[in-house]
Each structure stands twice: as structure tokens, then as C-alpha cells.
């Protein structure tokens, strides 16, 4: 077995230690979360981490009611004018914790004296040290260059935060319950991805999710991207509809992130207009026809830990059947340095 | 000629409109963006108004030196659950002015009491009325579906506002210089761009750029998209080189966006390292073997007004040697109605 699906079967296992031990310590940051002078949010990320920050735009700006902004790191390291941050607080998220340009946005805010959080699975890390508070992402060692425990932990530790924040304790039952679901997701999508063998000579695909799916859709472009080389790319279904569908040929594989939740009837309708320009759709939900089926009863709010999975799944066997190596994709490192 | 083409030879006169008939009004609306409780901008945009919002991150984020975010229009609307908003400036590009969901942002912020600029080709549209405060885009009537000058007015009706903000009397002059830059570029492109009936069976392809050319990219591969039906997509330098690139075959055609400034040096490692993958880059530069070249003395904040051009020729060109209907895209419409 590689080590990429060593460390997937392993999600769900590593789900449960990071809510075990950091229950607690969520709840303390937070505080800073309700902090009164906290305006808006303000994440700095890359890669994967960055479609995490998807997950945390839609969910902590519900849980905070503030709006959630991404970090232009090129304004802090290339063009060297950091905005004023007063008002912000800021969440540096790296798997690693070693990119210096998420480094750069965290150490700004503290030279602002704004709060500033760290989501890491290596709390020695530059990051960890440059933040003044660290929600350890306990995913444990992850050795494969394409992160799925990682990211997966990187949405609990959101999920956490979330449920810490709103004090909601129906929201903290419904989190327990999720290693559990994700270890159903897993068996059943096993059971689905034999389907994936009939797309062997495809050229390439589009995932498409909106709201609280919309950085699953990019996790699961990228997770299939990395790992098979074959050209996957990510829409937001609002989007897709506005000009980039002309690119959307009959026969053109098109995976749909669509789980029971407000924004289903949206996307339900995206995927009835692409099915009729021909579209192959292979949908992520769980109606009996989809082709990558949920496990039932997963709350909305926490269905981007569940509707990835299918996904990994998917990347893992596209990689297999066109040979590649999955645990050192031609080209990637673990950790890019970009400034 | 093409409606597009006419539209798109168009673009020198209407940039020139706008800053003729609307410089004045923009030093009026840029008392908004200094207002002393404006801690961050927020901007709902959809499509190429999108792309133009990427600009206004960068450049607005230096003008104000505040945060610039991306409103996400779900919460408002799918949702229900917009946030609160004080310390916000909110921004709403369309050049319909009939986007709901772009208008749903503009509404909650009055409701609240925050201002709101509409940026649109449209004065008496749903959105300009919604909004405190218009800045017309002057770019005439548009008749094919993909944008082209009421994109370019866009970014010039950005850069007008930077240029007020900061009372900076060098910018204003170079600004005044712009649309004759624009005119020489439209020259030179449509000179470049025979060398793109060679790429007539190209699949797809990937346009890279980084920092004020972020969106330059994403507008570029839109273009193509919308009017070509090639699988095009964008990538910011940065984030391409942290897994996206496994899906860089040799022979790819690559367009990267790489002017003078300070993300060249950045760019063009990208540049070495795609070459040394076996991409096949078109540059878009200064350079004199540039494959798309870029006129001299644009100031690089003013760089996305031109670097677009050869993009929109290119655009252009593939659609004409691949038998499209350059104004009515294939299941495009020049307005979509998203919620």
C-alpha cells in the first residue's frame, strides 16, 4: 500500500485525536474570536491549506458574522505595503508551517499588535512560533507529498473553532459524530471508486461546488491534479455558468459536489445545465443515482469532511491506473517556499 | 469585423471617455475610500468583473493600505446569514448592474449603514441605484457577449480612483498617457498575434501571472475560454508551483504575464521552471523575444490595462481559425441572473 493511502484510510482515526485533545484548548481561542474589536478575518495560506480557508470563509464568517478575506501575500513580500490591519484578526494556516509568505502576513499583524491564530500540524514551526495562539492540527506525520490527513484535520480544526466560537452545543455533539462518519464515507467510497477504472483515458476534468462545498471542489481538482497529472480544475457553480462552460465539450468529464443543504436546488440546476451541453457528471451526494454516494445524516456544516473524500479516492485511482507514483509526484516537493 | 473586434479596437476611445468625463466625480467618491472608519474594502463582483476586482485588491489595498476582500454573495443570499459590517467600504462591479447577487451585497450594506460604490456600465441599473454612490464606466454600448472595453474601463475607472485617493498628481499623469499606450499596444498585438495561427489544434492551456497581474490572467483565460471553447485556466504564479503544475505536460502552451516590476523577478523563475518542464510559454513582456510584446514606459500599476490586449487578440484570433461565432459564444448570455 502506498503511503498516500496508508495516511487516507488513516482520516479518520486522526480526525478523532485532534478533536480528543484540542476540544479544550478551542474553546479557549475562541475568546479571540468574539473579541469585540474583531471586524473581519483575514487568512493567509497556500495550497491545500488555501481550500481550507475556502471552508473557513463560509463557516467562521457565520459563526463570527464578519467577513472573511484572503491575504494578498505579494503586497507584504514583493511590493513591501502591508495594509493597516486594526480590526483584523488574522489566521495563518500551513500544514507545514514553513511558508514564509503566510509567515510574513502573521508576523505583520503582530507588529500591529492585532490577535493572530496559527493552524499547523508542527507547532515548532516558524509559523507557530511567529502566532500568539496555535490550534495544533494533530494529524500526526505525513509523509506522502499530497496532504489528505492534513487537510482534513485543517477542516476540523475550522470545525472546532466554529463550534467553540458559537458555543453551540448541538454543533460540538454533531462534530463528535463525524470520525465515525468519515470512516463510513471511506468503506463506501472505496466501494464506489471501482467505477473510476471506465475513465482511465480521459483528459482531464471540472469539479464544481458552491457555498460551504466551494473549496471542496478546488481539494478535489487539486488532490486529482497532483497526483494522476491529469488537467482538473475548480469552479464555483455561480461562476462556471457566467462564460468559463463555453469549455465544457460533450463527453467532458464534470464532478459535482452536491450534498442535501441550501445550496443543493443552485447546484442542481448547474448540473442539469451542463448535462444538457453533453457533460459526463459524476455526482458527489446522496440521492441513490449519484455515482459517489454520501453517507446520510453528515450536517451540512460539516459536509466538505465527508464530500472530499470521494474525491481522494477518485485522485488515488486515476493515479494507479495511469502508473504514476503517488507518494512523489513528478515535480512536487512537500514544502514550497514561495515569498 | 466582428461586433468583438470593433469593440475591442474601441477600447483606446473609451478608456479615454471615461477619464475624460468622470476624473472629477472620482475625486469626489475617493472621499469615501479615505474615510477614517474604513478598516477594509469589500468588493461582490461575478464573470470579468471579477478579475477587475483582483486588480482593485492589489491597487486599492495600496491606496487606502487596507485589507481588500471578496464578499461571498451565498451567505447573503442562499444563506441568509450576512455579516456584519462595520469598518467596511463595499464596492459592487457589474457591467450590467443586473447581477442579483452582486446587488444583494450593495443592499445589506446600506441596510447597515456602511457605503457602497457601484462601478458599472449601466447608471440606471438595479445596482446603481442600490448603491450610495456610481462611477459610470463610459464604455458605450456593448453589444457581444464577452466583455472587452467595459472590462478595460473597469480596471481605468480603478485606477482613476487610485489615482484620486492618493492625490498623487504623477499618477493622474500617467493616467492621462494610458489610453494612447492602449492604442500602440492594440498595434503591436495585432501584429504578435499572427504567430497564434500556428497553435490551431492546441487543447487548452494556462495563463500564469502574479501580483497586479493576477487577474490579467484570469481575464486572459477567460477570453480565450469564452470565445474559443479552449479548456484555458489561470493560476497565480505562486500557487501553480505548489502541486498545479504536475498537470504541466511538455508541449503545454503556457501564457505567462510577466511586465516590469516587482513580480518579475518572481515570474520569471516560474517562467525557467515551466520551460524546464517542457511547457511552450508565450510571454507576455517587455522583452524584445517575447512572444507577445509589451509597449515600453507603462508604469507597472498601470501594466493590467495593457497586458490584456494580446490576451483579447489572442482570444480573438483562436476563435476565428477554430469557426466560432465570435459574438455569441455557444450557450453564453451576455447577462446571467445568479442568486
Known sequence: MSLL???LREQPVALARLLERQGEHAD????LLRRRDVRYLLI???GSSSNAARYAQYLLGRASRVPVAFATPSLYTLYEQPPRLD?????GISQSGESPDVKAVVDEARRQGRPTIALTNMPGSPLALAAEAVLPLEAGDERSVAATKTYLNSLGAIALLFAASTRDKQARRELELIPAQVEAQLEQSLLDVA???RYRSIAGGTVVGRGINY?????IALKIRELSGLLFEAWSAADLMHGPVAAIA????????APRGPALESMQ???????ARGAHLFVIGEAEDAALRLVPNVPEWLSPLVTVIPGQLVALRLAELRGGDVDHPHGLQKVTLTR
Open 87 to 91: 480590526g483584523a484578526l488574522v489566521v
Open 28 to 31: 479557549k481561542l475562541a475568546a
Open 250 to 257: 460533450p463527453g467532458w468529464p464534470v464532478i459535482a459536489v
Open 215 to 219: 473549496g471542496s471542489a478546488f481539494e
Open 195 to 197: 467505477n473510476a477504472d
Open 44 to 46: 493567509a495560506s497556500r
Open 269 to 275: 440546476a448547474v448540473i442539469d445545465g451542463l448535462a
Open 5 to 7: 493511502e496508508h495516511e
